[in-house]
């Protein structure tokens, strides 16, 4: 798992491009090591798919497609880590390293686990597909054309994922639902050249004001979302749903502590985890325009521009969400200015049914392992290819994470707890057994 973690395998920038490569191949070679008889590098338009199977188990077996990504999100800003990111460093418990919990650490259970088949019965007891990404921290542009075209390669019976997190380590927590998203890109043009703001300043609107009131009409003093239509295709959380997650195990001060904030903010109608995990959200990941180096420049900017992402809940279509924001930027901007709104990308919600053979398989591998039954949980964060699977293949998927709450996915000093991977090794076989059963 160190060698994995050292490749520096950063989706998102150009010059990464032959550690991604260099991951792929390692994954590779790894799987043909722990006994698949059928592994593959497959090239598409952007980042290889790792594909591996091994069909050992029949016909009548069932086959489960294994999905996990070996891209990890850029490690920036560095100074901020204990240890270089891509020096995997073990400190009592925990392994550090860009990519620990989020995927590399958690994909490499399944490997380990028919490792673990290969090593004592020979084989695993159901039919395992593995796809292994290299694109999801990129929002996976060519993940759904790849499953198209090779659907009858990737068919099965159902899907299984690790990337997700469970309450606490003595806490196992089966994820049931995820947030879309839809991710913009605004630009206000104002002057078609950046203007001397003495000569001009007075006369001529400043974008960056204008790109900045616009955006403080999109949410109101009560946390809502003003955008017209935002809310109509809402999912609103039943009394029953509500009740159930106001059971969840959740401790406010050490959330605060967590997120390093003096109180919470929102919708004050719904409490901290079902605005986390159930309610449609905005936020401005990104702002930028006019002079921002060192000292004072007197100008009165041509351009300003913004990143804007919202999470969606299940029924909220992406498109059309991108398409209400546009309409509404646009039909809120003063006529002094010309607003762009740009699609970066975008990604379905999904609820899983808690009731499929699959799902009861892997609530009996956590209860196995973890000597705790697990509880049902929605989950904030994005995996776009979960409504994929259903949509192009079929297939419901299993959400079964071994990461922590406190792993700092995407953030400085992330890290992935060494017990969480042994026992999610040993969930992974006992999920396997149960479903061949
Ligand atoms: N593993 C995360 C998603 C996640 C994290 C789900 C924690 C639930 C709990 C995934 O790698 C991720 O970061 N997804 C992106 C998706 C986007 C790039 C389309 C996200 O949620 O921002
Ligand atoms: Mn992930
Ligand atoms: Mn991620």
Redesign the pocket.
């Given at each position: 798992m160190k060698e994995f973690l050292s490749i520096a395998s950063v989706s998102t920038q150009p010059e990464r491009e032959s550690d991604i490569g260099y991951a792929a191949t390692w994954l590779r070679d790894r799987l043909l090591i722990a006994g698949f008889p059928k592994v593959a590098v497959m090239p598409t338009p952007g980042h290889p798919v790792v594909y591996a199977e091994w069909l050992a188990a029949g016909a009548e077996a069932p086959t489960v497609l294994v999905y996990g990504?070996y891209d990890v999100?850029p490690p920036d800003p560095l100074e901020l880590w204990n240890t270089p990111p891509f020096e995997p460093t073990i400190v009592g418990d925990d392994i550090f390293a860009r990519g620990a919990?989020?995927?590399k650490g958690q994909m490499y259970v399944y490997v380990k686990a028919a490792e673990a088949f290969k090593e004592t019965e020979g084989a695993p007891p159901v039919n395992v597909k593995c796809i292994f990404e290299g694109e999801?921290?990129?929002?996976?542009p060519n993940l759904e054309p790849f499953v198209r075209e090779h659907a009858d390669l990737l068919a099965a019976d159902v899907a299984v994922i690790s990337?997700?997190?469970i309450l606490g380590k003595d806490m196992p927590s089966i994820?049931y639902a995820?947030?879309g998203?839809a991710?913009v890109e605004v630009q206000v043009t104002g002057p078609d050249q950046d203007l001397h703001s003495g000569i001009y300043g007075g006369a001529v609107h400043n974008p960056i004001h204008v790109l900045c009131a616009m955006i403080d009409q999109l949410i109101d003093k009560d946390g809502r979302i003003t955008i017209p239509g935002f809310y109509d295709k809402v999912q609103e959380l039943t009394p029953e749903e509500r009740a159930e997650m106001a059971k969840i195990p959740f401790d406010r001060d050490k959330w605060l502590r967590e997120a390093g904030v003096k109180t919470d903010w929102g919708e004050s109608a719904y409490t901290i985890v079902e605005r986390t995990t159930a309610r449609p959200t905005l936020d401005v990941n990104g702002i930028w325009g006019g002079y921002i180096q060192e000292g004072a420049k007197t100008v009165l900017p041509s351009k300003a521009f913004a990143k804007i992402?919202m999470?969606l809940v299940p029924n909220q279509s992406p498109a059309e969400i991108t398409q209400l924001i546009r309409n509404y930027l646009v039909e809120i901007a003063p006529p002094t200015v010309t607003v762009e709104v740009r699609d970066l990308?975008?990604?379905d919600g999904a609820i899983i049914r808690r009731d499929s053979p699959a799902m009861k398989a892997a609530f009996r591998a956590y209860a196995e392992v973890f000597g705790q039954e697990p509880i049902f949980v929605r989950?904030?964060?994005?995996?776009?290819v979960v409504a994929t699977f259903k949509n192009v293949l079929g297939l419901e998927t299993v959400?079964m994470?071994f990461?922590l709450p406190d792993d700092r996915?995407?953030s400085p000093n992330e890290k992935f707890h060494l017990p969480n991977f042994y026992r999610g090794i040993e969930t992974a076989i006992h999920f396997m057994r149960f479903l061949a059963e």
């Open positions: 990504h999100q919990a989020d995927d999801e921290e990129s929002a996976s990337d997700t997190h994820v995820l947030r998203i991710y992402s999470r990308h975008g990604g989950e904030g964060g994005s995996i776009p959400l994470g990461g996915l995407h």
